[in-house]
T-cell receptor
Framework: SQTIHQWPATLVQPVGSPLSLECTVE??????LYWYRQAAGRGLQLLFY??????ISSEVPQNLSASRPQDRQFILSSKKLLLSDSGFYLC????????FGPGTRLTVL | GEDVEQSLFLSVREGDSSVINCTYT??????LYWYKQEPGAGLQLLTY?????DMKQDQRLTVLLNKKDKHLSLRIADTQTGDSAIYFC??????????FGGGTRLMVKP
């Protein structure tokens, strides 16, 4: 069966610090991978998606970036965090249906 | 692009039925999904319906699709306190991308 992992589960970072969130998928090959952000009490905003290794599409211009160094690994990064980067970050994978990881709650102070 | 809309909030009593509604704009949407998000957790896929279907039933869940009106609903029979969560509707567009509604917060009163 397929599983999706995200870490860390929670993170508190100061403004201006770097960020690296990791997502890995098991039990499937060549999935589409996604990063979403959910601001407090709001819906989901698609940040990045990837259809293969090294292929990243950005949906929203921002100070975040994504990379896919391996087929089942998707990384969300920032060189300098902003207060507005606080939120709940969800990784997802899909073939037909889309399945979500447990999320990372990021608080930028 | 696709626009998916949901009401923000629904409150029901335990044992009653809940109906969560969703509208979408892209008539070429092939699959429509319902996800559940419990506090502090990721999204759990509840059910989905293919666009050539009118109805899908899965235990306490019934999904109705009115393709003409681009209206989707999720009915939860015999709603329990454990059903309290945020429910997201999502539609797949021609590029196989999901567009999510803003979520409906369901509160179940004992």
């Amino acid at each position: 069966s397929q599983t999706i992992h995200q870490w860390p589960a929670t993170l508190v970072q100061p403004v201006g610090s770097p960020l690296s969130l990791e997502c890995t998928v098991e039990g499937t090959s060549n999935p589409n991978l996604y990063w979403y952000r959910q601001a407090a009490g709001r819906g989901l905003q698609l940040l990045f998606y990837s259809v293969g290794i090294g292929q990243i599409s950005s949906e929203v211009p921002q100070n975040l970036s994504a990379s896919r160094p391996q087929d089942r690994q998707f990384i969300l990064s920032s060189k300098k965090l902003l207060l507005s980067d606080s939120g709940f970050y969800l990784c997802a994978w899909s073939t037909n249906e889309q399945f979500f990881g447990p999320g990372t709650r990021l608080t930028v102070l | 692009g696709e626009d998916v809309e949901q009401s923000l909030f629904l409150s029901v009593r335990e044992g009653d039925s809940s109906v969560i509604n969703c509208t979408y704009t892209d008539s070429s949407s092939t699959y429509l999904y319902w996800y559940k998000q419990e506090p502090g957790a990721g999204l759990q896929l509840l059910t989905y319906i293919f666009s050539n279907m009118d109805m899908k039933q899965d235990q306490r869940l019934t999904v109705l699709l009115n393709k003409k009106d681009k209206h989707l609903s999720l009915r939860i029979a015999d709603t329990q306190t454990g059903d309290s969560a945020i429910y997201f509707c999502a539609a797949v567009n021609a590029g196989n991308m999901l567009t999510f509604g803003g979520g409906t917060r369901l509160m179940v009163k004992p």
